[in-house]
Protein backbone atom coordinates (compact mmCIF):
# COMPACT_ATOMS: atom_id res chain seq x y z
CA UNK A 1 0.00 0.00 0.00
CA UNK A 2 1.32 3.36 -1.27
CA UNK A 3 2.97 5.40 2.25
CA UNK A 4 4.09 1.90 4.17
CA UNK A 5 7.45 3.06 5.24
CA UNK A 6 7.84 0.34 8.33
CA UNK A 7 5.50 -2.40 9.38
CA UNK A 8 6.69 -3.69 12.66
CA UNK A 9 4.09 -6.40 12.57
CA UNK A 10 1.11 -8.09 11.10
CA UNK A 11 -1.62 -10.62 11.55
CA UNK A 12 -3.32 -12.30 8.47
CA UNK A 13 -6.92 -12.60 9.10
CA UNK A 14 -7.75 -13.86 6.07
CA UNK A 15 -6.42 -14.96 2.78
CA UNK A 16 -6.71 -11.59 1.45
CA UNK A 17 -6.89 -9.39 4.87
CA UNK A 18 -4.03 -8.39 6.81
CA UNK A 19 -3.85 -6.43 10.18
CA UNK A 20 -0.86 -4.14 10.22
CA UNK A 21 1.32 -2.41 12.74
CA UNK A 22 2.40 0.64 11.18
CA UNK A 23 5.29 2.61 12.91
CA UNK A 24 7.39 5.77 11.74
CA UNK A 25 4.50 7.10 9.82
CA UNK A 26 5.05 10.85 10.01
CA UNK A 27 5.19 12.87 7.08
CA UNK A 28 5.17 16.99 7.40
CA UNK A 29 5.81 17.27 11.63
CA UNK A 30 2.85 14.76 12.22
CA UNK A 31 2.20 10.76 13.23
CA UNK A 32 0.47 8.88 10.67
CA UNK A 33 1.43 5.87 13.03
CA UNK A 34 -1.51 3.43 13.14
CA UNK A 35 -3.74 0.37 13.32
CA UNK A 36 -5.25 -0.91 9.71
CA UNK A 37 -6.36 -3.96 7.96
CA UNK A 38 -5.38 -4.11 4.72
CA UNK A 39 -7.29 -6.17 1.35
CA UNK A 40 -4.27 -7.13 -0.17
CA UNK A 41 -6.05 -8.06 -3.14
CA UNK A 42 -7.74 -4.09 -3.32
CA UNK A 43 -4.60 -2.66 -1.65
CA UNK A 44 -7.01 -0.54 -0.26
CA UNK A 45 -7.34 -0.30 3.92
CA UNK A 46 -10.71 -1.56 5.03
CA UNK A 47 -10.33 -0.70 8.88
CA UNK A 48 -7.67 2.04 10.25
CA UNK A 49 -6.90 3.08 14.10
CA UNK A 50 -4.90 6.49 14.04
CA UNK A 51 -3.18 7.03 17.00
CA UNK A 52 -2.75 10.75 17.58
CA UNK A 53 -6.70 10.49 17.60
CA UNK A 54 -6.64 8.64 20.92
CA UNK A 55 -3.95 10.36 22.67
CA UNK A 56 -2.77 13.63 23.37
CA UNK A 57 -0.06 14.57 20.35
CA UNK A 58 2.20 15.12 23.26
CA UNK A 59 2.80 11.95 24.82
CA UNK A 60 5.86 10.72 24.86
CA UNK A 61 7.20 14.30 24.29
CA UNK A 62 5.69 15.03 21.09
CA UNK A 63 5.50 13.90 17.63
CA UNK A 64 8.95 12.74 16.53
CA UNK A 65 10.10 10.13 13.66
CA UNK A 66 9.21 7.13 15.61
CA UNK A 67 6.34 8.30 17.60
CA UNK A 68 4.84 5.55 18.81
CA UNK A 69 6.76 2.54 17.85
CA UNK A 70 4.26 0.24 17.80
CA UNK A 71 5.80 -3.09 17.88
CA UNK A 72 3.30 -5.91 18.04
CA UNK A 73 -0.52 -6.36 16.98
CA UNK A 74 -2.81 -9.10 17.20
CA UNK A 75 -6.70 -9.77 17.20
CA UNK A 76 -8.07 -11.30 20.26
CA UNK A 77 -11.23 -11.64 21.85
CA UNK A 78 -14.90 -12.44 20.42
CA UNK A 79 -15.34 -13.33 17.01
CA UNK A 80 -11.94 -11.31 17.08
CA UNK A 81 -13.22 -8.47 17.52
CA UNK A 82 -10.45 -6.31 19.61
CA UNK A 83 -6.65 -5.76 18.73
CA UNK A 84 -4.09 -6.07 21.01
CA UNK A 85 -1.59 -3.16 20.26
CA UNK A 86 1.70 -2.57 21.95
CA UNK A 87 2.83 1.11 21.43
CA UNK A 88 6.27 0.89 22.87
CA UNK A 89 7.25 4.19 23.07
CA UNK A 90 4.22 4.81 25.30
CA UNK A 91 5.11 2.28 27.88
CA UNK A 92 1.79 0.65 27.58
CA UNK A 93 -0.27 -2.42 25.86
CA UNK A 94 -4.12 -1.40 24.81
CA UNK A 95 -6.73 -3.40 23.71
CA UNK A 96 -8.53 -1.68 20.89
CA UNK A 97 -12.66 -2.49 19.99
CA UNK A 98 -12.36 -2.68 16.53
CA UNK A 99 -16.01 -1.69 16.09
CA UNK A 100 -16.77 1.68 18.00
CA UNK A 101 -12.44 2.44 17.76
CA UNK A 102 -12.14 2.79 21.82
CA UNK A 103 -9.44 1.60 24.10
CA UNK A 104 -11.05 -1.18 25.96
CA UNK A 105 -8.15 -1.90 28.29
CA UNK A 106 -5.17 -0.18 28.43
CA UNK A 107 -2.33 -1.81 30.99
CA UNK A 108 0.70 1.04 31.84
CA UNK A 109 1.05 4.87 31.04
CA UNK A 110 3.68 7.09 29.28
CA UNK A 111 6.71 7.49 32.02
CA UNK A 112 5.06 4.67 34.36
CA UNK A 113 8.56 2.60 34.26
CA UNK A 114 7.56 0.69 37.59
CA UNK A 115 4.74 -0.90 35.19
CA UNK A 116 6.00 -1.22 32.00
CA UNK A 117 9.61 0.31 30.16
CA UNK A 118 9.64 -0.23 26.63
CA UNK A 119 7.61 -3.62 25.82
CA UNK A 120 7.52 -6.08 23.31
CA UNK A 121 5.02 -8.69 22.40
CA UNK A 122 2.17 -8.98 24.91
CA UNK A 123 -0.16 -11.78 24.89
CA UNK A 124 -3.70 -11.45 26.16
CA UNK A 125 -4.73 -14.95 28.25
CA UNK A 126 -7.72 -15.01 30.43
CA UNK A 127 -8.25 -16.98 33.32
CA UNK A 128 -10.53 -19.89 33.99
CA UNK A 129 -13.50 -17.00 35.25
CA UNK A 130 -12.94 -15.12 32.03
CA UNK A 131 -10.57 -12.35 34.06
CA UNK A 132 -8.44 -10.72 31.29
CA UNK A 133 -4.08 -11.31 31.90
CA UNK A 134 -1.87 -9.74 29.96
CA UNK A 135 1.83 -11.24 29.73
CA UNK A 136 4.39 -9.18 28.51
CA UNK A 137 8.10 -9.10 27.56
CA UNK A 138 8.70 -5.57 30.18
CA UNK A 139 12.35 -5.42 27.86
CA UNK A 140 14.00 -1.90 29.55
CA UNK A 141 13.31 -3.68 32.95
CA UNK A 142 14.85 -6.72 31.74
CA UNK A 143 12.12 -9.19 32.78
CA UNK A 144 8.82 -10.80 31.86
CA UNK A 145 5.68 -9.63 34.08
CA UNK A 146 1.88 -11.11 34.15
CA UNK A 147 -0.51 -8.47 34.66
CA UNK A 148 -4.54 -9.30 36.12
CA UNK A 149 -7.15 -7.05 35.32
CA UNK A 150 -8.75 -6.00 38.39
CA UNK A 151 -12.15 -3.99 38.44
CA UNK A 152 -13.46 -4.13 42.18
CA UNK A 153 -17.16 -4.90 41.50
CA UNK A 154 -17.12 -3.97 37.92
CA UNK A 155 -17.41 -6.62 35.22
CA UNK A 156 -13.53 -7.27 34.44
CA UNK A 157 -13.89 -9.60 31.28
CA UNK A 158 -13.21 -8.05 27.82
CA UNK A 159 -16.50 -7.26 26.19
CA UNK A 160 -17.85 -6.24 29.47
CA UNK A 161 -17.92 -2.05 28.38
CA UNK A 162 -16.19 -1.50 31.62
CA UNK A 163 -14.04 1.49 31.10
CA UNK A 164 -10.25 1.54 31.35
CA UNK A 165 -10.28 4.29 33.94
CA UNK A 166 -12.48 2.00 36.50
CA UNK A 167 -9.91 -0.75 36.61
CA UNK A 168 -6.48 -1.69 37.61
CA UNK A 169 -4.13 -4.64 37.16
CA UNK A 170 -2.53 -6.02 39.63
CA UNK A 171 1.40 -7.79 38.70
CA UNK A 172 0.66 -11.48 39.81
CA UNK A 173 3.84 -12.98 38.53
CA UNK A 174 7.52 -11.82 37.22
CA UNK A 175 10.63 -13.03 36.26
CA UNK A 176 13.59 -10.74 36.13
CA UNK A 177 17.38 -11.42 35.32
CA UNK A 178 17.04 -11.52 31.56
CA UNK A 179 18.75 -9.03 29.30
CA UNK A 180 16.10 -6.97 27.24
CA UNK A 181 14.01 -9.95 26.63
CA UNK A 182 11.80 -9.37 23.39
CA UNK A 183 9.19 -12.11 23.49
CA UNK A 184 7.52 -14.27 25.75
CA UNK A 185 5.17 -17.06 25.16
CA UNK A 186 3.46 -19.62 28.03
CA UNK A 187 3.33 -23.02 27.02
CA UNK A 188 0.51 -25.65 27.60
CA UNK A 189 2.67 -27.18 30.31
CA UNK A 190 2.63 -23.91 32.44
CA UNK A 191 6.46 -23.38 31.46
CA UNK A 192 7.26 -19.82 29.73
CA UNK A 193 9.50 -19.41 26.33
CA UNK A 194 11.42 -16.23 26.92
CA UNK A 195 13.54 -14.44 24.09
CA UNK A 196 16.51 -13.12 26.15
CA UNK A 197 17.61 -11.21 22.96
CA UNK A 198 20.08 -9.66 24.37
CA UNK A 199 21.77 -12.97 26.05
CA UNK A 200 21.71 -14.38 22.51
CA UNK A 201 19.38 -17.04 23.41
CA UNK A 202 15.84 -18.57 24.10
CA UNK A 203 14.63 -20.54 28.03
CA UNK A 204 12.15 -22.31 28.26
CA UNK A 205 11.54 -21.40 32.05
CA UNK A 206 9.38 -22.90 34.89
CA UNK A 207 7.18 -20.53 36.70
CA UNK A 208 9.69 -20.04 39.51
CA UNK A 209 11.87 -18.81 36.90
CA UNK A 210 14.28 -22.06 36.54
CA UNK A 211 15.86 -22.58 33.04
CA UNK A 212 15.33 -26.21 31.50
CA UNK A 213 15.77 -25.57 27.98
CA UNK A 214 17.65 -22.83 26.01
CA UNK A 215 19.30 -22.82 22.75
CA UNK A 216 21.62 -19.90 21.81
CA UNK A 217 21.40 -18.27 19.06
CA UNK A 218 23.74 -16.16 16.76
CA UNK A 219 22.56 -13.09 17.25
CA UNK A 220 19.99 -10.97 18.93
CA UNK A 221 16.88 -13.14 18.27
CA UNK A 222 13.69 -11.19 18.31
CA UNK A 223 10.81 -14.14 18.27
CA UNK A 224 10.35 -17.58 18.68
CA UNK A 225 7.21 -19.98 19.05
CA UNK A 226 6.32 -23.42 19.75
CA UNK A 227 3.16 -24.80 18.56
CA UNK A 228 0.78 -22.67 18.09
CA UNK A 229 1.56 -19.15 17.83
CA UNK A 230 1.38 -17.16 20.84
CA UNK A 231 0.33 -18.13 24.43
CA UNK A 232 -1.68 -21.45 25.14
CA UNK A 233 -1.30 -22.30 28.57
CA UNK A 234 -2.23 -21.45 31.95
CA UNK A 235 -2.41 -18.14 33.46
CA UNK A 236 -0.15 -18.27 36.56
CA UNK A 237 -2.84 -17.49 38.92
CA UNK A 238 -4.71 -20.75 37.87
CA UNK A 239 -1.50 -22.40 37.59
CA UNK A 240 -1.06 -21.69 41.25
CA UNK A 241 2.51 -20.09 41.25
CA UNK A 242 2.28 -16.19 41.69
CA UNK A 243 5.32 -14.14 43.20
CA UNK A 244 8.86 -12.49 41.67
CA UNK A 245 11.58 -14.45 41.02
CA UNK A 246 14.83 -14.13 39.23
CA UNK A 247 16.03 -16.64 36.03
CA UNK A 248 18.34 -19.39 37.33
CA UNK A 249 19.90 -22.52 35.81
CA UNK A 250 20.80 -23.08 32.47
CA UNK A 251 24.46 -23.48 30.57
CA UNK A 252 27.31 -22.43 33.17
CA UNK A 253 24.88 -21.63 35.77
CA UNK A 254 22.53 -19.53 33.74
CA UNK A 255 23.97 -16.21 31.94
CA UNK A 256 21.56 -14.43 34.72
CA UNK A 257 24.20 -15.79 37.24
CA UNK A 258 27.59 -14.60 35.93
CA UNK A 259 29.26 -11.15 36.68
CA UNK A 260 29.22 -9.24 33.62
CA UNK A 261 31.16 -5.68 32.65
CA UNK A 262 27.31 -4.02 33.28
CA UNK A 263 27.75 -5.26 36.80
CA UNK A 264 30.55 -3.72 37.94
CA UNK A 265 29.79 -0.37 36.61
CA UNK A 266 26.74 -0.91 38.83
CA UNK A 267 28.54 -2.05 41.68
CA UNK A 268 31.26 1.46 41.82
CA UNK A 269 28.25 3.65 42.00
CA UNK A 270 26.51 2.01 44.47
CA UNK A 271 26.24 3.41 47.95
CA UNK A 272 27.50 6.65 46.19
CA UNK A 273 25.53 10.04 45.41
CA UNK A 274 26.38 8.84 41.84
CA UNK A 275 24.47 5.33 42.41
CA UNK A 276 22.00 6.32 39.52
CA UNK A 277 24.43 7.46 37.11
CA UNK A 278 25.86 4.49 37.18
CA UNK A 279 23.08 2.58 37.13
CA UNK A 280 21.82 4.45 33.80
CA UNK A 281 25.56 3.76 32.41
CA UNK A 282 25.54 -0.28 33.39
CA UNK A 283 21.93 -0.60 31.64
CA UNK A 284 23.24 1.23 28.19
CA UNK A 285 26.21 -0.46 28.61
CA UNK A 286 25.02 -4.13 29.30
CA UNK A 287 22.10 -2.95 25.97
CA UNK A 288 24.96 -1.57 23.52
CA UNK A 289 27.48 -4.31 24.56
CA UNK A 290 25.90 -7.66 23.09
CA UNK A 291 25.41 -5.64 19.72
CA UNK A 292 28.97 -5.75 18.91
CA UNK A 293 30.23 -8.96 21.35
CA UNK A 294 30.56 -12.16 19.86
CA UNK A 295 28.01 -14.99 20.78
CA UNK A 296 31.02 -17.03 21.50
CA UNK A 297 32.90 -14.48 23.67
CA UNK A 298 32.48 -13.31 27.43
CA UNK A 299 31.88 -9.98 28.73
CA UNK A 300 35.04 -9.39 30.07
CA UNK A 301 37.14 -11.37 27.61
CA UNK A 302 35.23 -8.45 25.09
CA UNK A 303 35.96 -5.66 27.23
CA UNK A 304 39.95 -6.59 27.35
CA UNK A 305 39.86 -7.27 23.48
CA UNK A 306 38.11 -3.88 22.51
CA UNK A 307 40.66 -2.05 25.19
CA UNK A 308 43.63 -4.05 23.97
CA UNK A 309 42.76 -2.88 19.89
CA UNK A 310 42.19 0.61 20.76
CA UNK A 311 45.26 0.85 23.00
CA UNK A 312 47.01 -1.21 19.85
CA UNK A 313 45.40 1.56 17.36
CA UNK A 314 46.42 4.40 19.19
CA UNK A 315 49.42 3.53 20.25
CA UNK A 316 49.89 2.84 16.48
CA UNK A 317 48.59 6.42 15.61
CA UNK A 318 51.04 8.10 18.09
CA UNK A 319 54.05 6.47 17.25
CA UNK A 320 52.75 7.55 13.51
CA UNK A 321 52.73 10.69 14.17
CA UNK A 322 55.99 11.40 16.81
CA UNK A 323 58.07 9.74 13.58
CA UNK A 324 56.18 11.21 10.99
CA UNK A 325 59.08 13.21 9.57
CA UNK A 326 60.95 10.10 9.67
CA UNK A 327 58.24 8.19 7.54
CA UNK A 328 58.14 10.43 5.23
CA UNK A 329 62.20 11.23 4.82
CA UNK A 330 61.55 7.25 4.06
CA UNK A 331 59.27 7.33 1.70
CA UNK A 332 60.92 10.04 -0.23
CA UNK A 333 63.92 8.11 -0.29
CA UNK A 334 62.82 4.85 -2.02
CA UNK A 335 61.32 6.87 -4.42
CA UNK A 336 64.12 8.80 -5.10
CA UNK A 337 62.57 12.15 -4.30
Known sequence: ?????????????????????????????VSDDRLYVENTTTGEAEWEW?????YPNDTDGGFDADWT????????????????????????????????????????????????????????????DGTPVILVSDSENDRVVEYERDCGDADPRLGAGTPPEACEWEQVWSVGGFN????????PNGNTLVVDTLNHRVVEITPEGEVVWEFYAAWAPYDAERGEKGSNGPTMADHGTTGSYTVSGGG??????????????????SYTPVESTFNTLATRYSHVEPWFRPVWMGSWAFLSTALGVLLAVGWGLGETLARRERIVATIASRRGD
Open 1 to 29: MPGRLDTHDTTRLSEDRILVAHMRNTEGG
Open 50 to 54: LFREH
Open 69 to 128: HVNDVDVVGPDDGYVLASPRNFDQVILVDRSSGDIAMRLGSDGDHDTLFEQHNPDYLERD
Open 180 to 187: WPRDADRL
Open 252 to 269: DGGVADRYHVADAIADLG
